[in-house]
């Protein structure tokens, strides 16, 4: 295990990290020494038992205490800060059911199970019994999600594989960023190359080879050479989204995450990408650090989003800011009902919400994006602000 010290870990921690790290190493032995950057962040997320998000590390922070302090965990999604967040999005998802005749709520990726909770909360308060559907890869996160909801009973579902057909709305909060990528670098020649992983002893280490023809036609059509500029691109994702066109029947997805349009996720200035690794509420780039600990992630391509999803028969419905989203939605209506409900939760709220919504923090990071079929009114939380016409 690579050491930092500022990463502080248990003697547990650090033998469940070498396990990973040994598994990493006899992939990339029996693949002849070098593993596309994607099946090395693949296996490290994923691996069963061992990755990141399939072993019982803690992973999300707990909700916020009363002043306003989170504690544990890698990293803090949106809903894990404060129950307005699945409030005001379940606004949305109120107008998609009722546009699509559906009673169905599918969520991706559900983390700790808060949004689903506070998204059915407010659902029933506003008389939709929804059916909620989750697909969740990760067993430890799915045991969470279970005791969390368990009031709702059978009204919450877990699935194991995408389902052949669907109406209603999909969910998605940060789950198109943590989907492996291929990483490339065009060099000062204008050669495109592969970045995959091979090793050096025990450690670690970039290796580039010339990019297969697949990858290089792939990104000629979305940037330029550029000398000694490295990115990501994110197949996977993008087949996710062109395959969902085949299942859903009539509704809506909403897409929530960080990234941009292509020619900001592309410029020039971004000259080295945008991977990006969580552990202990540090963000860095040192994606070899602690395998099997820390989360690794990279920026989502709305472009590359929006075509896969035209390619697979999707409409594009909205895509703005987070902070334009929430706030056409209903995040101050969200916020009077609940200090209605708690007075006293007002001054921690309000500093949540700012992390929410401020440019400086979540609220122009983070876009949210809408997919749909068969839906005919514009969607509440794109009704102002959108900027699709810019991807």
């Known amino acids: 295990m690579s050491r930092d010290p500022a990463i502080r870990v248990g003697a547990d921690a650090i033998a469940h990290s070498n396990r990973v790290a040994q598994h990493l190493l006899q992939r990339i032995d029996t693949s002849g020494g070098w593993l596309p950057f994607s099946q090395w962040m693949g296996a490290a997320l994923y691996a069963p038992g061992l990755g990141y998000y399939a072993a019982g590390s803690p992973k999300f922070a707990v909700r916020p205490d009363s002043s306003g302090t989170t504690a544990s965990g890698d990293f803090v999604t949106a809903p894990m800060l404060t129950p307005l967040f699945g409030r005001t999005l379940a606004a949305q998802v109120a107008q998609i059911l009722r546009a699509s005749d559906s009673l169905d709520v599918l969520e991706f990726g559900a983390g700790s199970g808060e949004c689903a909770a506070d998204v059915l909360g407010a659902l029933d308060a506003l008389g939709i019994p929804a059916r909620y559907h989750i697909l969740e890869v990760s067993a430890d996160l799915r045991d969470r999600q279970q005791r969390r909801l368990s009031v709702w009973g059978s009204r919450v579902t877990w699935l194991a594989q995408a389902p052949s057909g669907f109406t209603g709305c999909i969910l998605a909060n940060e789950v198109l960023d943590a989907m492996p990528v291929e990483c490339f670098r065009w060099s000062d020649d204008g050669t495109l190359l592969e970045r995959g992983v091979a090793r050096s002893g025990d450690q ?11 990858l290089a036609r792939a990104i000629a059509q979305r940037m330029p050479p550029l000398p000694d500029y490295q990115s990501e691109i994110n197949l996977q994702a993008e087949a996710w989204t062109r395959e969902m066109g085949s299942w859903l029947k009539r509704g809506a997805a909403l897409l929530i995450d960080y990234g941009f349009p292509r020619r900001e996720y592309y410029h020039p200035q971004r000259h080295r990408g945008t991977l990006m690794c969580h552990i202990q509420h540090r963000a860095h780039d040192d994606v070899f650090l602690a395998p099997g600990l820390q989360d690794i992630t990279a920026h989502v391509d709305f472009t590359a989003i929006a075509d896969a999803a035209l390619e697979g028969g999707l409409e594009v419905l909205g895509y703005l800011s ?18 209605q409900e708690d007075p006293l939760a007002q001054a921690r709220e309000g ?41």
Do not use: C, Y
């Open 204 to 214: 670690f280490v970039w290796r580039e080879r010339p990019a297969g023809h697949d």
């Open 322 to 339: 987070q902070a334009r989203f929430l706030i056409n939605a209903g995040l101050a209506e969200a916020w009077n009902t609940l200090m």
């Open 351 to 391: 500093r949540l919400i700012e992390k929410l919504i401020s440019e400086a923090e979540m609220g122009e990071l983070f876009k949210v994006m809408a997919l749909g079929r068969g839906i005919d009114e514009e969607l509440i939380g794109f009704s102002r602000g959108d900027r699709t016409a810019q991807l």
